[in-house]
């Protein structure tokens, strides 16, 4: 893939997701996505801050519900496969 088709899909990503974002967390999707890297899901660790010792996924799911952590799944590129679990 080149630096365009990845710039291209992130548009798309955040296009698609940007609604149901703000809707979700009260905050436009653009602060947490860059271009050409997607998501940063640092960053939106950092802005959510969950408790200590509790997960961004056990937060986002007690807070938001389990729809919101497929939403961010989705934002990060997480693919789903019979080898691994869901863990943002």
Not at 40 to 69: I, M, T, W
Request: aromatic share 10%.
């Amino acid at each position: 893939m080149t630096a365009r088709d990845y710039i291209r899909a992130n548009m798309a990503k955040m296009r698609n997701n940007a609604a149901e974002f703000h809707k979700t967390f009260g905050v436009s999707l653009g602060r947490f996505m860059h271009p050409l890297t997607g998501f940063d899901v640092v960053r939106f660790d950092k802005h959510f801050a969950p408790p200590d010792g509790q997960s961004l996924e056990e937060a986002v799911k007690e807070h938001h519900g389990q729809k919101a952590v497929e939403l961010i799944l989705t934002l990060i590129g997480y693919k789903k496969s019979e080898k691994n679990e869901k863990s943002i």
